[in-house]
């Protein structure tokens, strides 16, 4: 008799992570992650797209956080993929999660380049073998202060790159986003790698539950000592930056962002893509946050694959309405999704692209985990045992402002989409109308109140 198939993940287990090595049960299959350190080629890309077509069910993920995933494996060709994969000798990130912005070091306007300071800290934690004693998802954040913001992404620890008084130093930044993280201080540049050490060592002792979040003040300086500054600086938010088509990062310097449509595409068709940036003199790409694919070369070059990615529907633009959708994979890539969020995704698109307009993200979750937005969003729908729950300014799993039928969830988002086309001010953005419409109205609207 077969042995029984492990369970799918329950609700409450979003911390886990699924990589190469440790495939995780999903709806559809098993699923395994891989992110990249530095540049691959699109002849590599190519080849990986061939693996998820041969291993999988040929479908691709690309992160909000710029890692790429295979889907709907069995046990053993996840493990076939992972020989392969490996084979390709590929610059896989392996050990604890460090990140760096995909232009770090190509950055004209960054105000360092935390590349060396990642570096070093993946050096030091490996000796230290803190990985399997820390969270599974700790997550170190190392911004340079570039064209890229990464101050969306979560991170138990941060250091952003700031210019005070005309000199460099590092900004610790400890839990969550950056507008919600602690301001711990300031650190010189050659401290930064060891103070963040240091903090890891500190978490790692209070066991695989602590996170970022739980450090304070108090705590940050019996730990770092003197290495922290005693002098703080306010962190700069920087706007909101899609990399989505092409951008100079220097002098003869080029690049073009190009987006998967709810972050997911057929490894045949990525394929076809890497191979037009083959033939066109690209010899670099990078997977990105948000959902894309960075590619570097020549301006030229840039522009003739920005035409291909427009010819097969990709996202190029941040007025294209896809861009404004946060979505995860939903029934049945999920097991724990309560609807196929993608199908209502690309009807939003299409019905509601208006009020799509990039002052806001629509999140729509299968379930109350919210994977793929964990920040509060102006509207959030999320599937759960009851209907399709609402969320005005917060996040999937929240308490919901209301719950609707799941018949319902088309013509709720169609009557939005009206309210707004037919009520807004000349010159004013979905964002700005909701904040004047207010929470109640917005929930009238949903569920069709005295009607």
């Known amino acids: 008799m077969a042995a029984a198939a492990d369970p799918v993940q329950p609700f409450g287990r979003r911390g886990l992570c699924p990589a190469l090595s440790a495939p995780m049960q999903t709806g559809d299959g098993f699923l395994s992650r891989v992110a990249f350190e530095a540049d691959i080629s699109p002849r590599a890309m190519v080849m990986l797209c061939g693996l998820a077509e041969r291993h999988g069910n040929g479908l691709i993920d690309i992160t909000a956080r710029g890692s790429l995933q295979f889907r709907g494996l069995t046990r053993e060709s996840a493990c076939s993929l992972e020989k392969d994969v490996l084979a390709l000798d590929l610059p896989l990130r392996e050990g604890l999660a460090v990140e760096t912005s995909p232009l770090a070091g190509r950055d004209d306007v960054e105000i360092a380049d935390g590349r060396f300071v990642a570096e070093e800290i993946r050096k030091g934690a490996d000796a230290l073998a803190l990985q399997d004693k820390l969270a599974a998802k700790t997550s170190i954040v190392i911004d340079g202060g570039g064209r890229l913001s990464m101050g969306d992404f979560l991170a138990d620890i941060r250091l952003k790159a700031i210019r005070l008084e005309g000199r460099t130093f590092w900004q610790l930044l400890l839990g969550g986003s950056e507008s919600k993280a602690l ?56 706007p909101p930056f899609l990399p989505l088509g092409v951008m100079m990062t220097g002098e003869s310097r080029f690049a073009v962002g190009i987006a998967l449509a709810f972050g997911q595409v057929r490894g045949a068709d990525l394929a076809h893509l890497c191979e037009r940036a083959d033939t066109l003199g690209i010899k670099a790409l990078r997977p990105s946050p948000n959902h894309s694919l960075l590619f570097f070369g020549s301006l030229s070059a840039c522009n003739a694959l920005l035409e291909t990615a427009v010819a097969f529907g990709f996202v190029t633009t941040a007025g294209d309405a896809r861009s404004s959708i946060a979505v995860c994979p939903g029934a049945p890539g999920c097991a724990s999704a309560f609807l196929p969020t993608h199908k209502l995704a690309a009807f939003a698109a299409e019905d ?65 989409a009206r309210l707004y086309e037919k009520e807004h001010k000349p010159g004013e953005n979905a964002a700005i109308f909701f904040a004047r419409l207010g929470r109640e109205e917005i929930g009238a609207a949903l569920r069709q109140d005295n009607q």
């Open 352 to 416: 509601c692209a208006a009020l799509l307009d990039g002052s806001f993200t629509l999140h729509i979750s299968g379930c109350g985990k919210g994977c793929a937005h964990p920040t509060p969003s102006l509207l959030t729908l999320s599937g759960s045992s009851d209907g399709l729950a609402f969320s005005i300014s917060g996040r999937a799993g929240d308490p919901p402002d209301g719950i609707l039928p799941f018949e319902q969830q088309k013509t709720s988002l169609s009557r939005l």
């Open 183 to 238: 301001n711990a201080g300031l650190v010189e540049p050659v401290a930064a790698a060891s103070v963040v050490l240091s903090l890891l060592v500190f978490l790692a002792e209070k066991g695989p539950l602590a996170r970022g979040r739980d450090l304070d003040q108090r705590t940050v300086k019996a730990v770092c000592g003197d290495r922290l500054l005693d002098r703080q600086a306010g962190s700069e938010a920087q």
